[in-house]
C-alpha cells in the first residue's frame, strides 16, 4: 500500500517555541488531512486540505498542501503543554485513505 | 451531534470469552469504519461498511466479526481472542459510502486479552 512519511519521528520542544512536521509520499493524493491523537483517545481531525498550494490555519496550527500534491506541511507556533500528543497526517487517492506514520510531540514547560 | 460514541472504554477479556465492542453515530454518516491501533503505531484498517453493507474486509480473522445494524450502529463482537489483539479499537465515520472520505473518529475502546 502507499507509504506516508512523516518527520521528524519525534520532537521534544520548550513551550513557547513553534513546531514544524511533514508527511511526504512518492505518489500523488487528493486530499491531506492532519489529525491529533491524546493518548488512549481517538484521533481529531485539526485540518483539512483540498486543493495544491493550498494554506489553511486553524488557531495556532497552520498547514499547507504541497504543490507537488505529495507532501503536506504542519506548523504549531507558540506551542503550549496541551499540543502534546501524536500527530498524524493522512492521504486520500482515489477511493483509499492513508495514514502517515506520525509524529510524536513532547512540550517541556 | 458531531460525535461517534464507543463503549466500553475499557474491556479486559480471557481468551475463552465473547465479548462485543459497540458504536454509535447520529451524524446522518453513510459509512461506518473498524481501526485497530497498537501503542505509537498509526491506525489499521479492519473492516468498512457502506450503506450498511460489508465493503472491505482487510483479511482480518475471523475471530472479530463486525455487525451493522443499521446506519447509525456498529459493533465488533469477539471470541476466542490472543493476547496480540490488545490494543486500542477505535470506530469511524465519513459522510460518504466510500473510503475516500474525511473520517471523524470515537475515542476508542482498549481492549487487553489476558
Known amino acids: 500500500g502507499q507509504q506516508l512519511n512523516q518527520s521528524p519521528q519525534s520532537m521534544f520542544i520548550q513551550e513557547g517555541e513553534d513546531v514544524s512536521m511533514n508527511c511526504t509520499s512518492s505518489?500523488?493524493?487528493?486530499?491531506w488531512l492532519w489529525y491529533k491523537q491524546d493518548p488512549g483517545e481517538g484521533p481529531v481531525l485539526l485540518i483539512a486540505?483540498?486543493?495544491?498550494?493550498e494554506l489553511t490555519s486553524n488557531g495556532r496550527l497552520t498547514a499547507q498542501f504541497g504543490i507537488t500534491r505529495k507532501d503536506s506541511f504542519l506548523n504549531i507556533s507558540a506551542s503550549i503543554p496541551s499540543d502534546v500528543g501524536i500527530y498524524f497526517c493522512?492521504?486520500?487517492?482515489?477511493?483509499?485513505?492513508?495514514f502517515g506514520t506520525g509524529t510524536s510531540l513532547t512540550v517541556i514547560p | 451531534d458531531t460525535e461517534v460514541t464507543q463503549t466500553p472504554k475499557h474491556l479486559v477479556m480471557g481468551m475463552t470469552n465473547k465479548k462485543s465492542l459497540k458504536c454509535e453515530q447520529h451524524?446522518?454518516?453513510?459509512?461506518m469504519y473498524w481501526y485497530k491501533q497498537k501503542a505509537k503505531k498509526p491506525p489499521e484498517l479492519m473492516f468498512v461498511?457502506?450503506?450498511?453493507?460489508?465493503?472491505i474486509n482487510e483479511s482480518v480473522p475471523s475471530r472479530f466479526s463486525p455487525e451493522c445494524p443499521n446506519s447509525s450502529l456498529l459493533n465488533l463482537h469477539l471470541h476466542a481472542l490472543q493476547p496480540e489483539d490488545s490494543a486500542l479499537y477505535l470506530c469511524?465515520?465519513?459522510?460518504?459510502?466510500?473510503?475516500?472520505?474525511?473520517?471523524?473518529f470515537g475515542a476508542g475502546s482498549r481492549l487487553t486479552v489476558l
Open positions: 469511524a465515520s465519513s459522510r460518504e459510502g466510500s473510503g475516500a472520505n474525511v473520517l471523524t
Open positions: 505518489s500523488i493524493f487528493n486530499t
Open positions: 486540505l483540498y486543493k495544491a498550494g
Open positions: 493522512a492521504g486520500i487517492t482515489g477511493n483509499q485513505f492513508y
Open positions: 451524524m446522518g454518516h453513510r459509512a
Open positions: 461498511y457502506s450503506y450498511e453493507k460489508l465493503s
